[in-house]
C-alpha cells in the first residue's frame, strides 16, 4: 500500500508527494501540525493540510527572506521575526555576527515544540542566546513597538487562519512605525500564479504600497509551493534593495549558501510581465 500527501493548489490542481510515513500529528488551539517523511522530499511540515517547509527546499525560503534584507542593511543590529516557527529565517540571520538580538514571535507554541524534535537541523537557532521567543500574536506584539529593530521579516503561513492579521493595514502602519529611519520589512508575499493567490498579493501590495514610501517585489521558485513560483515583498522607508546593497561587503562575511547569491538578488527584482502588471494595478 503506497501513502500519498495531497495539498489541493486550486479546486482543479492537487500536489502529491509519496510519503513514507506520518511522523508526528497534532491539532493545537491554533492549527492542525503535520510532519510527513518522504523519500523525494525528505521530512514535510504541513500546518492545516499546507505544505510550510520540506527539508529538500526549506533552504530556497529562508535564504531569499533572510539575505535579500541583510545585505542592503548589513548594519542591522535588532531584528523582529513574526512567525518562522519553524527556525529556518532565525538560522539563516544567526549567521550575521552584527545581529545584537532577535525577537521571534510564534503564535503556536505546538509548532515550535514539534519542530525542534523531529527537524533539529533547521530549529538549531532557536537556543542561541541572542535570540528572544515569544509565544504571542504578532499583530498585537508589534502594536507597542517604536523605532525599535532594523528589520521586520514577517514569515507568515497564507491569509487565513493565524496568519490573516499579518497581512492588513493596520499591521503594516504598525511595523512602519516598529522600524528604525533605515529599517526594511520583508514579507511573505504569496504567488502570482493562481487567481485566488495573486488576489491576496495584490491585497497586500496594496496596503504595503500605503504604508512604506519604498515598496519593491521579488520572486523566488520553490518546488513544493503552490505554481513553484513565490514571491516576497521588500519595503523601507528609504533603502532601495538594489542600489543600497553592499554586496562587495557581504562576500567578505564569508556566508556560505546554496541559492542566494549577489547576481541572483539583482535579476530576482527583474519580474515577468504579468506580474508587473497585477502590482501595477495596485499602486497609485
Known amino acids: 500500500m503506497e501513502l500519498w500527501f495531497t495539498e ?24 492542525r501540525i503535520d510532519i510527513f517523511d518522504s523519500s523525494e522530499f525528505g521530512k ?45 529565517t532565525v538560522r539563516e540571520l544567526l549567521r550575521y555576527p552584527s545581529i545584537e538580538h532577535i525577537d521571534l514571535v510564534e503564535i503556536d507554541e505546538e509548532v515550535v515544540i514539534a519542530c525542534t524534535k523531529y527537524l533539529p537541523n ?7 542566546p541572542r535570540l528572544t521567543l515569544h509565544f504571542a500574536d504578532g499583530l498585537k506584539f508589534v502594536r507597542h513597538c517604536y523605532n525599535e529593530y532594523d528589520l521586520i521579516i514577517v514569515d507568515s ?6 496568519g490573516e492579521g499579518l497581512f492588513t493595514k493596520e499591521f503594516y502602519g504598525n511595523c512602519f512605525k516598529a522600524l528604525t529611519d533605515d529599517g526594511i520589512m520583508v514579507n511573505q508575499h504569496e504567488s502570482p500564479f493562481y487567481a485566488k493567490d495573486a488576489e491576496a498579493m495584490q491585497r497586500a501590495h496594496k496596503r504595503i504600497v500605503e504604508s512604506f514610501p519604498v515598496s519593491k517585489v521579488y520572486q523566488l521558485h520553490i518546488p513544493t509551493y503552490p505554481s513553484g513560483h513565490w514571491l516576497f515583498g521588500f519595503a523601507a522607508k528609504g533603502k532601495h534593495p ?3 546593497a553592499d554586496f562587495a561587503a557581504w562576500k567578505k562575511l564569508g556566508i556560505t549558501t546554496r541559492y542566494y547569491n549577489p547576481n541572483l538578488h539583482i535579476a530576482s ?6 506580474v508587473q502588471e497585477l502590482l501595477e494595478e495596485e499602486e497609485p
Do not use: W
Request: glycine share 8%; proline share 4%.
Open 8 to 31: 489541493a493548489h486550486t479546486k482543479n490542481v492537487r500536489f502529491s508527494v509519496r510519503v513514507d510515513q506520518q511522523i508526528f500529528t497534532k491539532k493545537s488551539d491554533f492549527q
Open 44 to 88: 514535510m511540515l504541513v500546518l492545516d493540510g499546507c505544505v510550510m517547509l520540506t527539508e529538500k527546499d526549506e533552504f530556497i525560503y529562508h535564504e531569499m527572506i533572510s539575505h535579500v534584507p541583510m545585505s542592503v542593511n548589513l548594519n542591522a543590529k535588532r531584528i523582529l521575526v513574526i512567525g518562522g516557527g519553524d527556525g529556518g
Open 122 to 128: 533547521i530549529t538549531v537557532g532557536l537556543s542561541d
Open 157 to 162: 503561513t497564507d491569509p487565513f487562519g493565524p
Open 242 to 244: 538594489i542600489k543600497d
Open 269 to 274: 527584482f527583474a519580474l515577468p510581465t504579468y
